[in-house]
Structures are given as C-alpha cells and as structure tokens.
C-alpha cells in the first residue's frame, strides 16, 4: 500500500515570497491533516479535513496561511507572505474512517521548508 | 502549556539494552496514546498504541505501559539496536480530537 505522499521534498525561498505544498493521502483515508514541525518541536496541528470539508483549523494563522482539499483526495497548503519563522517541516498525514475514539493516523515524509 | 510532556530531552544507551523512554500528559479525559518514531530527515512513523481501558501493550520488541494514576506513559524497546536511534513522540487524543504531541527524546544507540 502506498503511503502518504508530498512534494516538493525540499523549499528554500526568501520571506514575503510565496511556497504550495501538495499532499496525496493514502487511498480511502477520509481525513487529511497538515502538521507544523518546527525544528527540535513534536508536530502542531495547523488543519484537518473530514473528505472536503474542514474539521479543524484553530491553528491555522490565516492571514498567511490557506489548505483546501477539493475534490476529498489530494491536498494544497499555502504560504503567502512567509516569514522567517515559517521555517519547518510541513507534514501531511492521513487516518482511515471509522476509527472513532482513537485515531491513528500515518504520516508523509514531509516538505521541508527554509525561508530566508 | 502542552499537555503533553517528556521527562527526557536525551537518551543514550548500549547496544543491546533495554530503553524506557517517559511521557507525562496532564488530560486525565486522554484515552487513546501513540508512540511515534521519527528518524533523521524523515516523517514520524506509527510504533504502538494503547487506549485507557489498558495497562500494557506488546508489539515486536516494544511494550507500552500506561499509568492512568500518575498520568505516565513509557515505551520500552527490548535488545535496543543501532536502527533504534531516533527522536521518540508521545502523542495523545480524546475522542475525535486530533493528536497532541510532545516534545519529543532522542534516543542515541551507542554500539
């Protein structure tokens, strides 16, 4: 089974300048999230989609940052203008439905991101 | 703060040990944990998990223990070996809310 998949792998771009990351989640997995990782850090929240809908997104500092999920499968998510410390790994992860009270959920290689 | 904690930034042991890597959450209302593996350069891999209705869990090498008196989670790893080395997340959630990690401890594999 394929897992998660992202690009690019590798960013490097300077601040107030714009980055999209892509996301494909593993096939039949309903719910898509976008982490944060900061260097040194456990990974942060910054949305969720139940198929294309979004369930969650009170960590998404949304003057800069946008995701959408369109078609339930594939997903984008936008910086527009970074700042230096947008600098991290944005991770795409995805669960399986139906898991309810415990929900394990597979994560991608990551897009790393340096702003400078 | 975050609900989720790690005793231990940094962990070192011998080849062929065990190791015990520590978790402290502070949401008596968690009832599901996961322990993930991250190496260098990669994404957070899925190790064991284990939902409050237990006290232990065993996979291949690995057992979690979960202490729902003093809010502790521990994740053994039996015969550690060289492809152990890694930075080790805790992670918690309580129904549908989505993961909340921890800091996260290194575990360095010294042969």
């Known amino acids: 089974e394929a897992g998660v998949a992202q690009s690019p792998r590798y960013k490097i771009i300077e601040k107030r300048q714009s980055v999209a990351f892509w996301c494909n989640p593993i096939?039949?997995?309903?719910?898509l999230y976008w982490y944060q990782q900061i260097l040194g850090q456990g990974p942060k929240l910054l949305i969720q989609?139940?198929?294309?809908?979004?369930?969650?997104d009170s960590q998404l500092p949304k003057d800069r940052f946008s995701a959408e999920r369109l078609k339930g499968v594939d997903s984008t998510l936008k910086i527009q203008p970074a700042k230096l410390e947008d600098s991290a790994v944005y991770l795409c992860a995805s669960s399986p439905p139906g898991q309810g009270a415990g929900n394990t959920i597979y994560f991608g290689e990551g897009s790393w991101l340096t702003v400078v | 703060g975050e609900s989720v904690g790690l005793h231990l930034p940094t962990l070192s042991v011998q080849e062929g040990d065990n190791s015990i890597i520590n978790c402290a959450y502070s949401n008596s209302a968690s009832d599901y944990f996961i322990w993930y593996k991250q190496e260098s350069g990669k994404g957070p891999q899925f190790i064991i998990d284990i939902r409050s209705n237990m006290d232990k869990r065993q996979g291949q090498r690995v057992t979690v223990l979960l202490n729902k008196t003093v809010k502790h989670l521990s994740l053994q790893i039996a015969a550690t070996q060289p492809g152990d080395s890694a930075v080790y997340f805790c992670?918690?959630?309580?129904?549908?809310?989505?993961?909340?990690f921890g800091k996260g401890t290194r575990l360095s594999v010294i042969a």
């Open positions: 096939s039949g997995h309903a719910t």
């Open positions: 992670a918690e959630n309580w129904g549908n809310t989505p993961l909340v």
């Open positions: 989609f139940q198929n294309n809908g979004v369930v969650d």
